[in-house]
């Protein structure tokens, strides 16, 4: 089973600023099958990048992700209010299973 | 629009079955996998199972498997999550969320229902 590993934590950044965020695989994983979401508190998860660098319907060009076999980032260019929220990473693996990462929890400073 | 839409909160005792709901609209709910992810509060995602409802093809994370039980309806286009006797430890929201491509396993959840909360207490 891949594992997916998210740092840091935590971040703390004020609006304006730039984000980056780090999703680690155990193993090699496909660029096409790698995910983020960001979910704010009392809401569900919303799909922001799919095939580790397409974003998803609607969401708007300051969420960009990149990467490739273990190593893949979210980046968000210029924060904005809205933006603070816990965010995931997700891949489906040849194990034919979905795993996500822990989470980063991305806070105003 | 797309839309899943899940049943509402449920309180229940230990060893009480449940069944909870997430009916699909704006799509053909047949040629989409529909899964299903737990949240145990204030933790991460965890993905618990996915189903075809074209056939009922049904597939285990094998943390969950054994666990719980997925099915669907498709003449009324809805998938199920039940268990046949909960535990405290399945309180947690739990999301249906439906695979963004038709047909395709390789894929990614998009979009999501709003949750279901079970809690389970004595």
């Known amino acids: 089973e891949i594992v997916l590993t998210q740092s840091p934590g935590t971040l703390s950044l004020s609006p304006g600023e730039r984000a980056t965020l780090s999703c680690r695989a155990s193993?090699?994983?496909?660029?096409?099958?790698l995910a983020w979401y960001q979910q704010k508190p009392g809401q569900a998860p919303r799909l922001l990048i799919y095939g580790a660098s397409s974003r998803a319907t609607g969401i708007p060009d300051r969420f960009s992700g990149s990467g490739s076999g273990t190593d893949f980032t979210l980046t968000i260019s210029r924060l904005e209010p809205e933006d603070f929220a816990v965010y995931y990473c997700?891949?489906?693996?040849?194990?034919?299973?979905?795993?996500f990462g822990q989470g980063t929890k991305l806070e105003i400073k | 629009e797309v839309q899943l839409v899940q049943s509402g909160a449920e309180v229940k005792k230990p060893g009480e079955s449940l069944k909870i709901s997430c009916k699909g609209s704006?799509?053909?709910?047949?040629?989409?996998?529909i899964g299903w992810v737990r949240q145990m509060p204030g933790k991460g995602l965890e993905w618990m199972g996915i189903?075809?409802?074209?056939?009922?093809?049904?597939r285990y994370s094998p943390s969950f498997q054994g666990q719980v039980t997925i099915s669907a309806d498709k003449s009324i286009s809805t998938a199920y999550l039940q268990w046949s006797s909960l535990k405290a430890s399945d309180t947690a929201m739990y999301y249906c969320?439906?695979?963004?491509?038709?047909?395709?396993?390789?894929?990614?959840?998009?979009?999501w229902g709003q949750g279901t909360l079970v809690t389970v207490s004595s």
């Open positions: 193993q090699s994983v496909s660029s096409s099958y």
């Open positions: 704006g799509y053909s709910f047949t040629s989409y996998w």
């Open positions: 969320a439906r695979l963004l491509l038709p047909d395709l396993l390789q894929n990614w959840f998009d979009p």
């Open positions: 189903i075809y409802p074209g056939d009922s093809d049904t």
């Open positions: 997700q891949q489906y693996g040849s194990s034919r299973m979905y795993t």
